[in-house]
Nanobody, 125 residues
Framework: VQLQASGGGSVHTGSSLRLSCAASGRTFRDAPMTWFRQAPGKEREFVAALSRSRGHRYADSVKGRFTISRDYAGNTVYLQMSKLEPRDTAVYYC????????????????????WGQGIQVTVSS
């Protein structure tokens, strides 16, 4: 199983970026796919999750600015990030869960078995 993330980069405050994460080797159609991020010196934190059965879930820090979406046929998850701020600077990771995951576990990194390689997003003022 492989999750391949792409789309990161360096931008200025107020800019937009779109991250993509394509999964292969396993279907995540009935499982949540999720974005986490980790800033230097900080723990990995939940950003957004989406499952077909339970819908969206966002961290408070990104609500109204980030949008998660999926191409279920293509086994891909996206993260559209707008109004980026320096505090969004981090390495972003996509993760694939299992169909048995409960909604309350979506923000928990240890609940996920499959991870992408991480992609850097840098926002400068």
């Amino acid at each position: 199983v492989q999750l391949q993330a792409s789309g990161g980069g360096s931008v200025h405050t107020g800019s937009s970026l779109r991250l993509s994460c394509a999964a292969s080797g396993r279907t995540f159609r009935d499982a949540p796919m999720t974005w986490f991020r980790q800033a230097p010196g900080k723990e990995r934190e939940f950003v957004a999750a989406l499952s077909r059965s339970r819908g969206h879930r966002y961290a408070d820090s990104v609500k109204g600015r980030f949008t998660i979406s999926r191409d279920y046929a293509g086994n891909t998850v996206y993260l559209q990030m707008s109004k980026l701020e320096p505090r969004d600077t981090a390495v972003y990771y996509c993760a694939g869960g299992s169909p048995s995951m409960i909604y309350s576990s979506f923000p928990t990194a240890t609940a996920y078995d499959y991870w992408g390689q991480g992609i850097q997003v840098t926002v400068s003022s």
